[in-house]
């Protein structure tokens, strides 16, 4: 659908070969004060696409607006939050946002949620396809390997400023 979205419908099966998956459950506990604690730091996903589940009805899961509003994300029982990775905005060019999120906790219940997360294939490299890229769109990113660019992410340098990836290889 997003593909399809973007005219480039024609990149699924190379999408769908490129990803490996990750499921995993996650607990927050309570931090027992009536004060918000940070569950999980705000982030961008670095991988392609994630999908989470919260499990019970503690909420805590926010979203950054684009113009820097935290917003409660809240799902119903009945719904899925899907998130768009860094890897998927780079290789869409730009055309698809990644935003920064977190988990804030307040009480004393935990949390519990579980996320299932394609991640490329080691040796991936992830380039934007040329229809992405014109005289209006100019290419963003120079293509990347996505091992690599997790090494540099977990590295001092790769948190200066606003965004990882364009610290990696952003133009
Ligand atoms: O547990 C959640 O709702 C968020 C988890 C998350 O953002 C992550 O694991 O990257
Ligand atoms: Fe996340």
Same mark, same amino acid.
């Given at each position: 659908?997003?593909?399809?979205?973007?005219?480039?419908?024609?990149?699924?099966?190379?999408?769908?070969?490129?990803?490996?998956?990750?499921?995993?459950?996650?607990?927050?506990?309570?931090?027992?004060?009536?004060?918000?604690?940070?569950?999980?730091?705000?982030?961008?996903?670095?991988?392609?696409?994630?999908?989470?589940?919260?499990?019970?009805?503690?909420?805590?899961?926010?979203?950054?607006? !684009?113009?820097? *509003?935290?917003?409660?994300?809240?799902?119903? /029982?009945?719904? @899925?939050?899907? +998130?768009?990775?860094?890897?998927?905005?780079?290789?869409?060019?730009?055309?698809?946002?990644?935003?920064?999120?977190?988990?804030?906790?307040?009480?004393?219940?935990?949390?519990?949620?579980?996320?299932?997360?394609?991640?490329?294939?080691?040796?991936?490299?992830? !380039?934007?396809? *040329?229809?992405?890229?014109?005289?209006?769109? /100019?290419?963003? @990113?120079?293509? +990347?390997?996505?091992?690599?660019?997790?090494?540099?992410?977990?590295?001092?340098?790769?948190?200066?400023?606003?965004?990882?990836?364009?610290?990696?290889?952003?133009?």
């Amino acid at each position: 659908m997003v593909l399809e979205s973007l005219g480039v419908e024609k990149y699924l099966e190379e999408h769908i070969e490129s990803a490996n998956y990750l499921f995993r459950a996650m607990k927050y506990k309570g931090p027992e004060t009536t004060e918000t604690k940070v569950g999980l730091r705000a982030h961008r996903d670095l991988n392609v696409v994630t999908i989470l589940y919260q499990i019970n009805q503690v909420d805590g899961l926010e979203v950054q607006t !684009k113009d820097g *509003e935290w917003i409660n994300a809240n799902p119903s /029982p009945d719904s @899925f939050t899907v +998130f768009i990775g860094e890897s998927f905005s780079a290789w869409a060019n730009g055309r698809l946002h990644s935003p920064f999120h977190r988990v804030m906790m307040s009480g004393n219940k935990a949390r519990y949620s579980v996320g299932l997360f394609s991640i490329p294939k080691p040796g991936c490299i992830i !380039k934007a396809p *040329e229809e992405l890229v014109d005289e209006d769109h /100019p290419l963003l @990113f120079k293509p +990347f390997d996505y091992a690599e660019y997790i090494r540099f992410y977990h590295t001092e340098i790769s948190q200066k400023g606003e965004s990882s990836l364009q610290n990696f290889c952003g133009f």
